[in-house]
């Protein structure tokens, strides 16, 4: 009973501790997959508030921009389009990039920033069915 007790503590402090977020990593991924934090482009986070001050800040969540062997924070959110997955990406310069979160993975992000895929990105296939007049 008491290694039964460890062992919930154990894996719930290990899920605890983990984050959930949109990532852009590169090539196709899979359930499973375990991507370093150096290969992340974007890691759109689904649960932490925006901490930069731009307007409507208040209705955005934390992303991470990693780019030139650094990392930046900026701010991520939906857009008014009518398209579920389409957001629009703010650095810390104010620069906006527009993006979908159909052609990222859904991970947990660990402490030490690696992501775990949870659900994969569309594939190149997938993408061209949901959007057949771009090439």
Not at 82 to 87: I, R
């Amino acid at each position: 009973m008491k290694k039964l007790i460890f062992l919930m503590l154990a894996v719930t402090s290990a899920t605890a501790g983990a984050k959930e977020a949109y990532v852009f990593p590169p090539g196709q991924n899979q359930v499973g997959d375990v991507v370093p934090s150096e290969k992340l482009i974007y890691v759109l986070y689904t649960k932490e508030k925006c901490g930069l001050p731009v307007v409507h800040a208040s209705d955005m969540r934390r992303a991470d921009i990693s780019g030139g062997g650094r990392t930046n924070q900026g701010c991520w959110g939906k857009t008014l389009s009518g398209d579920p997955d389409s957001v629009i990406i703010v650095d810390r310069y104010g620069n906006v990039t527009p993006s979908s979160t159909g052609n990222m993975a859904r991970a947990t992000i660990s402490a030490s920033g690696e992501a775990t895929v949870i659900e994969p990105s569309a594939s190149l296939n997938e993408f061209r069915k949901r959007f057949p007049g771009v090439r």
